[in-house]
């Protein structure tokens, strides 16, 4: 009787327990953010490219949900870097007046809180593979942000190690030049890769490096297959000069920025396949995007904003609207699609309300847990409100559901610009001169809002 009794104690625990780790695996996802640099809005397949092929990530949309109208919070690359990981404007923490150089004193201050640190709280694995460019001092590189592992580049591919000298011409037919030659990686760049704090490559042959960010990334969910793990991808491309491995090359440059993408896609579709054969696609969290719009001056070897007005550097849709997937089996119901105003900002504290947990008392940030969104197709969203500041941090602007407004100076001029975003998502028709009550409603927020940022912002790092 007691060899029965044994017996029923043994499959109840083993009941038990199977719930109970089912549960805290269900409030333990994990996490992968995959970040392409410069890849414009309209870039994709799912977001209506013609000439690109993406399948992968199609597939992610298919089965995932859309957001048509997902905002970085700068159309540059390290204060929209900074909003993705920290849930702020850039302005709160000091990383809003523009890109930093190798030559840069400055950074991601370290007591900040980030995505990484949150999880890391929390037990989770966590890793950055690809650019940093939240500075590249010790004090301001990964580890010091939550992250147990960093491999990639810690600044842009066009810029060289240590004071971003010596770099080729890109103007005119220079980056055609530069796609001809595969091997000018290594004989026209200075960049470094990065393994934690050590440089172990210079200069880093960018041929091949996509592939190797996707390489570390299997190699880091395989590791932590049984534990939960935060992956953030960020891409060093399809920011310029672009380049593939030879195996895949194709020589024509008008086709570059199409071949680059293209191979993107190929490794989204790895990192995808490797998250099946784990099994852990009903428990992990996949979100594609790209931290600004695309780099139009480039012309080929940039990309589209599709329907969307300019590109990087600007603070018209073009700029800051941004492509974005979210895959969740289980979760997301698929082939769906957001079009409520959804930020980068807004990742942290939705990823907190998604693991149950709570984001630090009296720690002021910018972002609105949005979960409700990836749950429901139907849901209307936390956030209303959304301010444009200009790559230099100028405040430019405000949305307040359809309506934006902006506010630039050229030369001693001030324009004033008002669009009815529901209708009018291309920019084309400026309405300030028949709402001028609007006008003036929408100027007071922006000035209220941004005063507000200004008065409890905290400070970047600096060397001192």
Same mark, same amino acid.
């Given at each position: 009787?007691?060899?029965?009794i044994?017996r029923f104690?043994l499959?109840v625990?083993?009941?038990l327990g199977?719930?109970?780790?089912?549960?805290?695996?269900?409030?333990r996802?994990n996490f992968?953010? $995959?970040?392409?640099?410069?890849?414009?809005?309209?870039d994709?397949?799912?977001?209506?490219s013609?000439?690109i092929?993406?399948?992968?990530i199609?597939?992610?949309?298919?089965? %995932?949900?859309?957001?048509? *109208?997902?905002?970085?919070?700068?159309s540059?690359c390290?204060?929209s870097?900074?909003a993705?990981?920290?849930? /702020?404007?850039?302005?709160?923490?000091?990383?809003?007046k523009g890109?930093?150089?190798p030559?840069?004193? !400055?950074g991601?201050n370290?007591k900040e809180?980030t995505i990484?640190?949150?999880?890391k709280?929390?037990?989770?694995a966590?890793a /950055?593979?690809?650019?940093?460019h939240l500075?590249d001092h010790v004090?301001t590189?990964?580890?010091?942000?939550?992250?147990?592992y960093y491999?990639?580049?810690?600044?842009?591919n066009?810029?060289?190690?240590p004071?971003?000298?010596?770099?080729?011409?890109?103007?005119?037919?220079?980056?055609?030049?530069l796609w001809e @030659?595969?091997?000018?990686?290594?004989?026209?760049w200075k960049?470094?890769?990065?393994?934690n704090?050590?440089i172990?490559?210079m200069?880093?042959?960018?041929r091949?490096v996509t592939?190797r960010?996707?390489?570390?990334?299997?190699?880091?969910?395989?590791e932590n297959?049984d534990?939960?793990f935060f992956?953030?991808?960020?891409?060093?491309?399809p920011?310029?000069p672009l380049y593939?491995?030879d195996?895949?090359?194709?020589?024509?440059p008008?086709n570059?920025?199409?071949h680059v993408?293209?191979?993107? @896609?190929?490794?989204?579709g790895r990192?995808m396949?490797?998250i099946?054969e784990l099994?852990?696609?009903?428990?992990t969290y996949?979100i594609?995007?790209?931290?600004n719009?695309?780099w139009l001056?480039?012309k080929?070897?940039?990309?589209?904003? %599709?329907?969307?007005?300019? %590109?990087?550097?600007?603070?018209?849709?073009g700029?800051?609207?941004?492509? /974005?997937v979210?895959w969740?089996p289980? !979760?997301?119901e698929?082939?769906?699609e /957001?079009n409520e105003?959804l930020?980068?900002?807004d990742?942290?504290?939705?990823i907190?309300r998604l693991?149950?947990?709570?984001?630090?008392?009296?720690h002021r $940030?910018?972002g609105?847990?949005s979960?409700?969104l990836?749950?429901?197709?139907k849901?209307?969203?936390?956030? @209303?409100?959304?301010?444009?500041?200009?790559g230099?941090g100028?405040?430019?602007?405000?949305r307040?559901?359809k309506?934006?407004?902006l *506010?630039k100076t050229?030369?001693?001029?001030?324009?004033v610009?008002?669009?009815?975003?529901e209708?009018d998502?291309s920019?084309?028709?400026?309405?300030?001169?028949a709402?001028?009550? $609007?006008?003036?409603?929408?100027?007071k927020?922006m000035l209220?809002l941004?005063?507000?940022?200004?008065?409890?912002?905290?400070?970047?790092?600096?060397?001192?």
């Amino acid at each position: 009787m007691k060899r029965y009794i044994y017996r029923f104690g043994l499959i109840v625990f083993s009941l038990l327990g199977g719930a109970l780790v089912s549960e805290a695996r269900e409030d333990r996802p994990n996490f992968v953010i $995959i970040f392409t640099d410069d890849q414009g809005y309209g870039d994709l397949g799912c977001f209506g490219s013609k000439t690109i092929k993406t399948p992968n990530i199609d597939k992610m949309a298919a089965e %995932g949900m859309k957001f048509t *109208s997902f905002m970085v919070a700068s159309s540059l690359c390290t204060p929209s870097r900074s909003a993705l990981l920290t849930g /702020c404007y850039p302005k709160r923490i000091g990383l809003h007046k523009g890109v930093l150089f190798p030559s840069s004193k !400055r950074g991601l201050n370290p007591k900040e809180y980030t995505i990484a640190d949150h999880l890391k709280g929390l037990g989770y694995a966590t890793a /950055c593979i690809g650019k940093w460019h939240l500075g590249d001092h010790v004090e301001t590189l990964p580890r010091k942000h939550g992250f147990d592992y960093y491999y990639g580049i810690p600044y842009s591919n066009d810029m060289n190690h240590p004071d971003n000298k010596g770099k080729p011409k890109l103007k005119g037919d220079g980056l055609d030049v530069l796609w001809e @030659d595969p091997g000018s990686t290594l004989t026209r760049w200075k960049t470094p890769l990065m393994e934690n704090e050590e440089i172990i490559e210079m200069p880093v042959d960018q041929r091949t490096v996509t592939r190797r960010y996707t390489d570390k990334a299997i190699d880091f969910m395989t590791e932590n297959k049984d534990k939960p793990f935060f992956l953030y991808l960020p891409h060093s491309m399809p920011h310029i000069p672009l380049y593939v491995p030879d195996d895949v090359y194709e020589g024509n440059p008008k086709n570059a920025y199409i071949h680059v993408i293209e191979y993107i @896609d190929g490794e989204v579709g790895r990192v995808m396949d490797t998250i099946r054969e784990l099994k852990l696609e009903e428990n992990t969290y996949v979100i594609f995007a790209s931290d600004n719009g695309p780099w139009l001056t480039f012309k080929h070897h940039g990309g589209s904003a %599709g329907k969307l007005r300019e %590109g990087k550097g600007k603070t018209f849709e073009g700029g800051q609207r941004v492509p /974005c997937v979210m895959w969740g089996p289980g !979760r997301i119901e698929p082939r769906t699609e /957001c079009n409520e105003l959804l930020t980068t900002m807004d990742l942290l504290p939705t990823i907190a309300r998604l693991t149950k947990s709570e984001l630090p008392r009296g720690h002021r $940030i910018d972002g609105l847990e949005s979960v409700s969104l990836l749950l429901d197709d139907k849901a209307i969203g936390s956030r @209303d409100e959304f301010l444009y500041y200009a790559g230099k941090g100028a405040l430019e602007g405000v949305r307040k559901g359809k309506w934006k407004l902006l *506010s630039k100076t050229k030369g001693k001029k001030s324009v004033v610009m008002l669009f009815d975003l529901e209708k009018d998502v291309s920019e084309k028709y400026n309405l300030a001169m028949a709402n001028p009550k $609007i006008v003036a409603e929408l100027t007071k927020l922006m000035l209220v809002l941004d005063s507000e940022i200004e008065k409890n912002a905290r400070l970047e790092w600096t060397i001192k």
